[in-house]
């Protein structure tokens, strides 16, 4: 079927289809069976951003085929993908961005491993595990020696900017490194293991320039990667132009690694804090807080953290309270949001945290957050006897919308019923 339309005007519709943010993969499928010439132009979208499955993904539920792709992101079948690989071999040069969930369906399977070495212009990877099988995790030390090279040479292409790992446990380092061009950096319940230098990490070896870097669960892991060094004296990572760091600190050393680790950093615009681990890692916060850089403390537009205040910890609870943990920042100068988590254990006595409530609304008034716009604070109420709606309503500052104070501010209230 031939088109009346201008060719160009036909590639702007697709163009505009195609807007990262706002991609229409569904409309772009249909227009791309419209027109011969059309199916190269929409293909190059429609695959832009995939998640590969199991070869058992349609055959386990027809439901799943995907005929109509979602707006996020391509869900195929290894076996749909050797398909169109070979009838249409440039199918797999327009993948930008690739999630892969490694599972037991198919951390054996020669044809994943075969597609992955078909990879080279990969922008986006993120490599993930299902959770974990009866026999236990499957992690990065138990995937077969084809598939942990197949994976490594994807991690290390040079146009891999985005790199997320989760619930993979130890990666040694020789497997990962160099990272050439990655900016963004998510590591999610997995690290790394010291290993010696490859026959890759040369003396023209550069570090990659981090502007993201995520971690959770297990600040300590990652400390062989910011440790390690190239034989020509430079960092694996550096980390002069972060501008968004989270962590998930959940022990003394995490604190103190966590809290050495923020005192380095100077270009800080987005600082989150607001999943500690488990136990009393949201008690760390405050000193971490304590040695942000000076230099962080004036560029820093958002801040999230959560606190936990109840009848778990109750000695200490006073030092996790959201003005406690404020105050022991130094001054922000740019601060524009702050987002606060609290988890309110029952029984609890609100009245502390109503009388916390009114010394935070006077010290978000300061001159210091001149140049505050939003406050989110979200409220859960938690334990065996939780607040009811009534007592919940009751509360004053549950109503309040904005700062007595400072009426230029916004208060986002968030809370469980």
Request: hydrophobic share 40%; with cysteine.
């Amino acid at each position: 079927m031939s088109s009346s339309l201008p060719f160009d005007i036909l590639q702007g519709i697709v163009q505009a289809l195609s807007a990262p943010k706002t991609i229409d993969r569904a409309t772009l499928f249909k227009l791309s069976m419209t027109c011969r010439s059309l199916l190269p132009v929409c293909r190059k979208h429609i695959f832009s951003a995939i998640s590969l499955q199991p070869r058992s993904f349609d055959v386990d539920d027809p439901a799943k085929k995907p005929q109509v792709p979602n707006q996020n992101q391509l869900r195929i079948s290894i076996t749909n993908m050797e398909l169109l690989t070979t009838s249409s071999p440039s199918i797999i040069d327009w993948v930008r961005s690739l999630h892969l969930e490694i599972s037991i369906a198919n951390v054996h399977d020669a044809g994943l491993v075969h597609l992955l070495d078909k990879v080279h212009f990969l922008e986006k990877f993120l490599l993930s595990n299902l959770p974990s099988p009866p026999d236990g995790p499957l992690l990065w030390t138990k995937f077969p020696n084809t598939l942990q090279v197949a994976l490594s040479r994807v991690i290390k292409l040079k146009s891999v900017s985005y790199l997320t790992l989760s619930n993979l446990g130890i990666i040694p380092l020789s497997l990962i490194l160099p990272l050439s061009n990655v900016t963004h950096l998510g590591v999610f319940s997995s690290g790394f293991s010291l290993s010696s230098p490859n026959h890759e990490w040369g003396l023209n070896t550069a570090p990659a320039s981090l502007k993201s870097f995520c971690i959770q669960r297990g600040f300590s892991s990652v400390l062989p990667l910011l440790e390690t060094r190239y034989p020509n004296g430079s960092p694996a990572v550096d980390l002069s132009d972060l501008t968004l760091f989270s962590l998930e600190p959940e022990s003394d050393l995490e604190e103190h690694a966590a809290a050495t680790f923020l005192e380095k950093l100077t270009s800080l615009q987005t600082l989150d804090m607001s999943s500690p681990g488990a136990g009393r890692g949201y008690l760390s916060i405050p000193n971490i807080l304590k040695r942000i850089h000076p230099q962080s403390a004036e560029t820093l537009k958002v801040l999230w953290f959560q606190t936990n205040f109840g009848n778990i910890y109750p000695l200490s609870d006073i030092e996790s309270l959201p003005t406690t943990v404020l105050k022991s920042m130094p001054k922000m100068g740019s601060i524009l949001k702050i987002a606060i988590t609290i988890n309110v254990i029952s029984p609890a006595k609100e009245e502390v945290l109503i009388k916390d409530f009114s010394e935070l609304d006077t010290l978000l008034a300061s001159p210091q957050y001149a140049s505050l716009q939003v406050v989110y604070i979200f409220l859960y109420f938690i334990g065996p006897t939780p607040l009811s709606r009534a007592e919940l309503n009751a509360i004053p500052f549950v109503h309040m919308k904005r700062l007595s104070h400072n009426p230029s501010v916004e208060l986002i209230y968030q809370a469980n019923k």
